[in-house]
């Protein structure tokens, strides 16, 4: 089986994603070019700040929008015949191989954004992995596909699910 991607409307979940990211990298640009340019200029005009604002709001939203393109052709999983390969990654590219044997649940959420596009998160919780908990359980599960059209998402869980049975089966008590 090919490496498959996730679904298109995965670069809204990216968009957001990278959005608060961003933003916070930026905030933090401004107050440091803002001090500078203070110091260097000892001054500034309302029309400077306005124009820098502005600037800053557009470079936001073209880093914004390149990070989640890139996200989303970087992201791709594969099912193999004894393990989930995942590849993911912008800058820091990474390799995840999940065997089959090693599944112990799999969950599907749809939150409002994913509910709206048409997609579903596919969480895979494993033996051996440990990550800490809370709001976002989903997104500490080691198998973890952010946007899967909704029909592929069940027929994964199925699958998965009779993987873990078979496996059940076989080992007795």
Known sequence: MALKRL???AKWIFRIRSFFGWLFFLICFSIWAGTFSAIILRGFSLFGVLAY???MVIVLILLVEIYSRMAYHFWMYEFTGNQLRIERGVIWKRYSNIPY???QNVDITRGIIARLLGFSTVNIQTAGFS????NQAGAWAEGYIPAVPMK???KIRE???KKISKKGRSQGL
């Open 131 to 134: 990550a800490p908990t809370g």
């Open 159 to 161: 699958f998965l699910i």
């Open 53 to 55: 604002m502005v600037i």
């Open 101 to 103: 044997e090693r599944v």
């Open 7 to 9: 679904h298109p409307g």
């Open 152 to 154: 592929d998402a069940e």
